[in-house]
C-alpha cells in the first residue's frame, strides 16, 4: 500500500512563491513517475507538472512552464513543487501523485493522462489572495 502526504500549501500573496512537497510512504518504489495535479472550484483535476522516477525528464502545464520546479529525493521518497510569480487562478487543491507502476512512460503527449496516475494524496489547499 501507499500513502502519499502533502504539506506546503496555505495563503499567499499575489506575486509570492511557495514550495509544496509530497512524502510517500509504503511499496512506493522509486522507479515510479511522480507528479502534482490541482483541482480549482468548479473545475476538472487538471496536470500541473511530473518527473521521472530518475529525475531526468520533467513535465509541467503550459500555465506554470517557467515559473515552477519539480524535484524529487528517491532517498527519502520525497517530490517537491515550488512555484513562482502565484496568481489567484493558481488556487486549488494541489493533488501529488505517483504513476502506475504497469503503465508507459511518461511522454509529453500522455502525462496530463489522469489514468496514469494510481496513487493520489488527499491534496493541499492552495490559495492566493491578497
Known amino acids: 500500500q501507499v500513502h502519499l502526504v502533502e504539506s506546503g500549501g496555505g495563503l499567499v500573496q499575489p506575486g509570492g512563491s511557495l514550495r509544496l512537497s509530497c512524502a510517500a510512504s509504503?511499496?512506493?518504489?522509486?522507479?515510479?513517475?511522480m507528479g502534482w495535479f490541482r483541482q480549482a472550484p468548479g473545475k476538472e483535476r487538471e496536470f500541473v507538472s511530473a518527473?521521472?522516477?530518475?529525475?531526468?525528464?520533467?513535465f509541467y502545464a503550459d500555465f506554470v512552464q517557467g515559473r515552477s520546479t519539480i524535484s524529487r529525493d528517491n532517498v527519502d521518497n520525497l517530490v517537491s513543487l515550488q512555484i513562482h510569480s502565484l496568481k489567484a487562478e493558481d488556487t486549488a487543491v494541489y493533488y501529488c501523485?505517483?504513476?502506475?507502476?504497469?503503465?508507459?512512460?511518461?511522454?509529453?503527449?500522455?502525462?496530463?493522462?489522469?489514468?496514469?496516475?494510481?496513487?493520489w494524496g488527499q491534496g493541499t489547499q492552495v490559495t492566493v489572495s491578497s
Open positions: 509504503g511499496r512506493t518504489g522509486s522507479t515510479l513517475s
Open positions: 501523485v505517483i504513476a502506475s507502476p504497469s503503465g508507459p512512460a511518461l511522454t509529453s503527449s500522455n502525462v496530463a493522462s489522469l489514468a496514469l496516475y494510481e496513487y
Open positions: 518527473i521521472s522516477w530518475n529525475g531526468a525528464n520533467t
